[in-house]
């Protein structure tokens, strides 16, 4: 993954800096939990590259390689389906937990076999932090390999500028680049 470490600060206006990546992982016959509305089924292997931005928010870059392209796509379709049915799976969480039923999700922005989407509310802990978020989640696929990309803006204390989702095709560009690169770079 260490292509990343330039091409993440240079696509968003965020300054974001690459921490140490962690262990290649087997993770054969379990799911990784994205958030509360998504997994990734079925990877062979999964790798997280953490990153810092100038604000102070965390992201995680993560590399789930599959042990075929079909494997890949309906894991990548899977995290799309349940993306899309975000706002609904959060409310169900949000009134099961008596939380203030305010979840919000959108789809900010597509490319081939890429997605963006987009979710504020008042998170419940768990999975995610309580209190009042924004969560972004960016994805791509190809060949036997996803990319997720996710950071969180939590409410309260960070005096930062909102993330601007108009850059959102910029970064869909950058995983998708990042999956079309020679074997190794990502």
Known sequence: MTAVRSGLAATTAESWTAQTAGPVRDVRGHDVALNECASVHDAATWQQQPYLSGAGNPAVLELYIFGTEAAADTAYEQVTSGMSSCQATSRALQSAKH?????????????????????????????????????????????TSVLVL??????????????????????????????AGPAGTH
């Open 99 to 143: 939380v203030n039923t305010d979840a919000a999700a959108q789809q900010t922005a597509t490319a081939p076999k890429a997605a963006a989407f987009e979710r504020s509310w008042t998170g419940v802990e768990g999975l995610s932090a309580a209190g009042t978020q924004t969560n972004h989640l960016y994805l791509a696929a190809a060949g």
């Open 150 to 179: 996710h950071f969180d803006e939590l409410g309260g204390g960070s005096s930062a500028a909102p993330y601007d989702v108009h850059q959102d095709p910029n970064v869909l560009s950058l995983l998708t680049n990042l999956l």
